[in-house]
């Protein structure tokens, strides 16, 4: 489709990768940051002005990332010294869909978090876990801290153990 041309993508942002059914001009975007945009502490070249152009191709755009060690306001900060026209509500990572598990369910989990992942679960009652929730931070990953999950995990047959971004 001409749009999609416009902005230079190809026709497998908007029709199946295995057949030639066209879905139309692509509408909505997901663009993962980690590896995508960025990658350790640098931009990857071209990626801010690529982003530029599919935000103006789209209705809607969502940055997406599995990062556990960092809530939204640090990658949010990353992008921009990165040079990326970006805003909070453009960034949806698991660290803010966990806590929206958490909060639905009314949680009260042992965290297995490094201290910059914990400030987007600030105000979240721990008081006698009913869940653990478990993220990248080696940190917590010894013998005394395991076993507290454990217990926790043991303590009532209802208590839930919520864990993501499996590390290379």
Known sequence: PAPLRRCGWQRGF?????????????????????????????????????????????????????????????????????????GARDIFGTLAAVRRLVDQKQLRPLFL???????EFEGVPTNEPNAVVV???????????LSEAARALLRDERSELIAWNKGR
């Open 135 to 145: 993220g990248t931070a080696p940190e917590h990953f010894h013998y005394e801290r």
């Open 14 to 86: 908007a029709a199946s990768a295995s057949s030639s059914r066209s879905w139309g001009p692509l509408q909505y975007a997901f663009v993962d940051i980690d590896g995508t945009l960025v990658s350790g502490q640098g931009a990857i070249p071209g990626a801010a002005k690529a982003l530029s152009e599919l935000r103006s191709c789209v209705h809607g755009l969502r940055l997406v990332t599995n990062q556990s060690q960092e809530g939204a306001g640090a990658t949010l900060a990353r992008l921009l010294a990165h040079g990326f026209e970006v």
């Open 113 to 119: 978090l490094t201290d910059a992942a914990l400030l």
